[in-house]
């Protein structure tokens, strides 16, 4: 009955790590027993955020809630077959494990890895950040240079291809619902930002998956991760951070609307599945 939701994008620095991190709040905050699964065991930025939101509880005595966070680490054995079978036993057991959880969020590398890719199939839920670039859309599709034409998909888009084979191949019920979230949109930059929202739109129907409106290009992002925080711990009579300008509020409401696009299922969807 657990719900994966992974964040997954090959490019990197499209916003993996800081999404993962306000879906795990926000899932928190409603009342849900949460998993979190770093699989960038290189930088660890996810699990980062979350020793430094331990130690700000700590230090200045607030009452913050935590995912449970089992680690997955990759094999370091040699040979590359043994390796991937021991990868594949490391996050298949970790995922038994959290039979009990309503979510687990896995926060996956910028990178093309054998526990990316598993953990795309085991998916119910894959979000992806993407900058708002042609850079980063080269690797969801491939444009025409000349006429602006899509061509087809690209090295990302036809791995989320491959995790939906594998799922149906495994027989699991349930397809697996792919959302876009177009990240760090420029107040200014209209013409670019007008040219992807078209591109992006024309590609969500032929590959499959939904668009998320995304987050603002916003430096409150950034000064969060020092105290472990999001924009969801903000703002209450209790608030460690008060919610201070009017990007502030606006960057909330967009975490918000990234949830409500997610159409999660409610506990008692789940009970009766
Ligand atoms: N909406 C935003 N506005 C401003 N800065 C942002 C925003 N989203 C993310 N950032 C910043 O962009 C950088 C990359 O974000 P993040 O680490 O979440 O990306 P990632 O996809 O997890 O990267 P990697 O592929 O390296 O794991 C970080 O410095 C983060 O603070
Ligand atoms: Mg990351």
């Not at 130690?55 to 009452?63: D, Q, R, S």
């Not at 791995?159 to 019920?173: F, L, T, Y």
């Not at 760090?184 to 013409?191: D, F, N, V, Y």
Request: aromatic residues 4%.
């Amino acid at each position: 009955m657990t719900h994966v939701i992974v964040l997954g994008n090959e490019k990197g620095g499209s916003g993996k790590s800081t999404a993962a991190m306000h879906v795990i709040v926000a899932l928190l905050k409603s009342g849900h027993k949460v998993a979190a699964i770093d699989l960038d065991m290189r930088q660890r930025s996810l699990s980062r955020y979350l020793e430094n939101r331990k130690k700000f509880a700590e230090t200045k005595g607030k009452v913050l809630p935590f995912p449970v966070m089992p680690e997955v680490l990759p094999s370091t054995i040699d040979s590359r077959e043994a390796a991937r079978e021991e990868e594949t036993r490391n996050l298949t057991s970790a995922l038994q494990g959290l039979a009990d959880c309503d979510f687990v969020v896995i926060d996956c590398p910028g990178a093309d890895t054998h526990l990316s890719r598993l953990a795309h199939a085991h998916a119910d839920t894959i979000v992806t950040p993407l900058n708002d670039s042609f850079v980063d859309f080269d690797l969801l599709a491939r444009l025409d240079s000349e006429t602006g034409q899509l061509m087809g998909p690209s090295l990302y888009s036809e791995m989320v291809w491959n995790a939906r084979k594998r799922r149906a191949m495994a027989g699991i019920p349930g397809g697996i619902d792919w959302v876009v979230m177009r990240n760090r949109l420029s107040a200014t930059q209209a013409r670019n930002k007008a040219e992807m929202g078209r591109k992006l739109e024309d590609l969500s129907s032929r590959i499959g998956f939904r668009l998320a409106r995304g987050f603002g290009d916003r430096v409150i992002y950034r000064e969060l991760f020092p105290m472990g925080l999001t924009l969801l711990d903000l703002g209450g009579p209790d608030a460690p951070v008060k919610l201070s300008t009017m990007s502030h509020v606006t960057a909330r409401l967009e975490i918000r609307s990234l949830i409500a696009i997610l159409k999660l299922p409610q506990r008692d969807q789940r009970e009766a599945a």
